[in-house]
């Protein structure tokens, strides 16, 4: 397991979604790794000043990636419905769509203004 983390500009809150190898693979050769430039950025996370590899969540990226994540979300919610009698496609499909969402509440969520793909 491996996280996407959301930081904010002040440092005070940080989010952290743990997500399987597999669907992180699955980001990795998406347009997800396309969107944005990680740079080096400083930012404050626990009372002191670190230097991490971040995206800008400005306004051209955010929506780029909403725009990824309700597309994601729309195409895992079709293989869910075609595949219903399948359990174990059932059970990855739903925690795949799971953290999608989850990924998704995050960048739309304005108070984390950078993305750390890990």
């Known amino acids: 397991m491996l996280d996407i983390s959301f930081y904010t500009n002040n440092g005070q809150s940080s989010y952290h ?19 944005g430039e990680e740079k080096p950025r400083k930012i404050w996370i626990d009372g002191e000043k670190e230097t991490l590899p971040l995206v800008k969540l400005g306004k051209v990226n955010r929506k780029k990636l909403i725009e990824f994540f309700n597309d994601s979300i729309v195409n895992e919610t079709k293989e ?5 009698g399948e359990s174990l ?30």
């Open 17 to 35: 979604v743990e997500v399987a190898d597999n669907l992180l693979e699955w980001l990795a050769g998406s347009e997800f790794a396309k969107i």
């Open 80 to 84: 869910i419905l075609n595949h219903l």
């Open 89 to 118: 496609i059932k059970e990855e499909r739903i925690y795949r769509l799971k953290k999608l969402i989850e990924l998704l509440d995050c960048i739309k969520d304005e108070k984390y203004q950078y993305l750390q793909r890990i």
